[in-house]
């Protein structure tokens, strides 16, 4: 079983390989939206690195942890695509290959992010185990965010997993 210390450090060393993805993201669009969309998710992930560093903080003080509300800075799906449908028109036919690929990497460390955090959930107790429900809550839903913009500029015909048109009657 992980201790509650090793598994805020193994959390930090998640959350700054993500954030430094989402950093190196901006850096590598050349889409004024899709920068917003990176440092947002970049700036949530340092969030995060905050907040485990104050937990860890206060286990070596205290000997324990208190959860303390988390909250995100990426909306919810449902207002995300909301948002993103509302720019279709201005992203249609531009060059997205560079986004792609940031994404379809995001997608992955993300989800290794999400299993992580399942697992503790999974094997903490108290407060350890609710502040690690908040995150795996938290990256499930960048989860959705990184595949709707995948998806959307992919054009897959899918968004959000439900199939946007079917070419059979």
């Known amino acids: 079983m992980t201790t509650i210390e090793d598994a805020i450090t193994k959390a930090i060393d998640y959350e700054t390989r993500i954030r430094d993805l ?3 993201a901006v850096d590598g669009t050349q889409d004024p939206k899709g ?6 998710l970049a700036d949530d992930e ?5 907040y485990l560093e104050a937990k860890r903080t206060q286990w070596h003080a205290e000997g324990r942890i208190r959860f303390e509300s988390l ?7 449902k207002r995300l695509m909301a948002e993103v449908d509302a720019l279709k028109e201005t992203m249609a036919g531009e060059d997205r290959r560079d986004e792609k690929r940031m994404l379809s990497k995001a997608l992955q460390v993300e989800v290794e992010t999400s299993a992580f955090y ?12 609710v502040m690690f429900a908040r995150f795996l809550e938290i990256e499930d839903g960048h989860i959705a965010a990184v595949q709707a913009e995948l ?7 899918f968004w959000f997993d439900f199939q946007e048109f079917d070419m059979e009657y």
């Open 35 to 40: 920068k917003r969309v990176f440092q947002a």
């Open 46 to 50: 340092q969030r995060h690195i905050d």
């Open 151 to 157: 998806d959307y500029i992919s054009h897959t015909g």
């Open 22 to 24: 989402y950093r190196d």
């Open 71 to 77: 909250t995100s800075l990426i909306p919810d799906a």
């Open 118 to 129: 399942r697992d503790m959930v999974a094997q903490m107790e108290g407060d350890a185990r």
